[in-house]
């Protein structure tokens, strides 16, 4: 009787499945926990009152308004293509450009604010003080995407991974902080958002300076929109 012949699967294409498994499933925990995180924060508004919670509900959801997922999406892409031709010096141009202009976008937004801020706060009934520490939420909500998915394309799902989960950490902590010690309301879970938001912005532009800090070169906008 001829023994049968088992086909194993190469050394290489196990460890590239294991590694899968271990990646996806680090994000997967990452996702989650952060999510959660943040969704705690919510727990706070026995502490602040309805008001509050209310003011704080209304100021997060013009953070929310701004669309960082596809942001992340298009540098994801345009990150493992640069890699993979060795473009990285086009893509640190194309990164260049489109941080700056969101900061542009953002300034144009600063200054309408500035001139309606009366009917701003008269509209929706929210504090000077509120108005102005979402500013800098919504740019740092700009550029997080941004760098996220250079961290995304590079494959480096380790930090990636971490930078979800400081945002929900840093969210938590701080707005907890600020309503539980401080006894800050609406501008403290805030406060936290701003955290929640630089943490990963941090974690990300540190992991990613390889590429962001090549000298910039040219690139064809018709290649980045194929």
Known sequence: MLAEKIDNPPVTEVAQRAAFFRQSGWL???NI??????????????????SEYGLFIT????????PGIPLQMVFAQQTAKAVATGRERELAGMLRLICLGLLGLWVVACAAVFV?????IKFWGVPSAGVWIT????????????FM??????QNFFWLGWGMLSGGIG???????????LHKGALGMMMGVLIGTVAPLVIACWQT??????????FDWASVLR
């Open 28 to 30: 997967m925990i990452a």
């Open 33 to 50: 926990a952060g999510g959660i995180l943040m969704w705690a924060v919510h727990f706070l508004a026995k502490k602040t009152g309805k």
């Open 59 to 66: 100021l997060l959801t013009a953070v929310m308004l701004v």
């Open 116 to 120: 309606l801020e009366g009917t701003i």
């Open 135 to 146: 500013m800098p939420i919504l740019l740092l909500t700009l550029w997080s995407p941004v």
């Open 149 to 154: 998915g250079l961290l995304q394309g590079e």
């Open 171 to 181: 969210r938590l902590v701080i707005a907890a902080f600020a309503v539980l010690v």
């Open 209 to 218: 300076q390889r590429l962001w800090r090549l000298a910039p070169q040219s």
